[in-house]
């Protein structure tokens, strides 16, 4: 079984790392008939695609534009932030094992025998994320009425926002995917015409209070997907650096992971390969990497110029307030 461990250790960069475990993986599954390393293979090629064929990025990015300039005219009291990334190798590669060894271990502890190849690559197609853009709001203390609460107004505003953004982007090439979510779990703020297309984690909030509005976008451009999440401040701050930071969400996914003792060792080889896989990258000692414009003392200070461990950053748009009596230009 091969790893994405075995090949950061040669100088090479991202790119070409991410075509030699890809062919490789190909290779090996024509062999043994693999079809979830066929389909491993593929979701690589994907990155390779996002990274290599960049161009479409900046198109991406200045249509993305358009709406932080449309919001600006429309809410030019408020400050927000438009922030986009491209996932990091090291996390994508994680969680799309981690997706097979929560699967495979949750379904085979209900039903007591193991999922086809067939459903474990139909669980593998939930990959929208690979590009992802967030927008942060605040209302500012100078632009509050007498007696108004600033929670409240950004939370409507928010939810202003998200009415008008699915029409917005799909005029510019975008279309929004359905949620699946059941409509029970929505917010009444949210207009009925756009509902279906939201994740409404403000509405239904995540373990440790994550709160956040998420739509997924295909991009006609492009031809692949974008997620975009919208939060206050507030919100984003949780999310950052309060409880529900996503350092703590990484570790309790590691800790999702890490489970495999109602799992026999050797009674299921998707199982068994995605654990080792994910086992070598939790545990991978980040100084002793070797790739092209990367760097790391140790698995906390890192240099990443290429996106290996953290994502690749495509922008960020900033918009700060006008006082309260500035004109507009």
Known sequence: MISLNDYL???????????????????????????????????????????EHNDFL???????????????????YLAFTFKGRIKSLIRAEEKFNGYIVEYIYDYYIKSGVFPTETEIKSRLQCFRDLIAYRIVISLPKCHL??????QETELKLLYEIADILPE????RGFT??????????????????????????????????????????????ARCYTEVQLRTKDMDDHAE???????????????????????????????????ERVQKLQNIDLSEVDVNMFSAIDNFLINDGCGLFRGRQILPFEHLSRFQNDLID
Not at 168 to 171: D, Q, R, V
Not at 203 to 215: A, D, F, T
Not at 244 to 272: L, M, W
């Open 9 to 51: 250790y040669s100088g090479n960069t991202v790119l070409k790392i991410l075509h030699q475990y890809s062919d490789d993986l190909r290779e090996g599954a024509k062999v043994t008939h693999n079809s979830i390393d066929t389909a491993h293979c593929n979701f690589l090629i994907r990155i390779i695609e996002i990274l």
């Open 145 to 150: 009425k007498e007696n108004e609460c600033r």
């Open 241 to 275: 650096i309060g409880e529900a930071n996503h350092f703590g969400y990484e570790k309790r996914q590691e800790t999702n992971r890490a489970r495999r003792s109602a799992v026999p060792e050797g009674e299921c080889i998707y199982f068994d390969e995605a654990y």
């Open 58 to 76: 900046t198109s991406q990015s200045q249509r993305i534009k358009e709406l932080y300039k449309h919001i600006t005219k429309q809410y030019p």
């Open 176 to 221: 929004p995917e359905l949620s699946g979510i059941p409509s029970e779990k929505y917010s009444g703020r949210l207009n009925e015409k756009v509902r279906p297309y939201y994740r409404d984690y403000i509405m239904n909030s995540r373990p440790l209070g994550y709160q956040s509005l998420h739509i997924t976008l295909y991009d006609n451009f």
């Open 168 to 171: 917005f982007l799909e005029e």
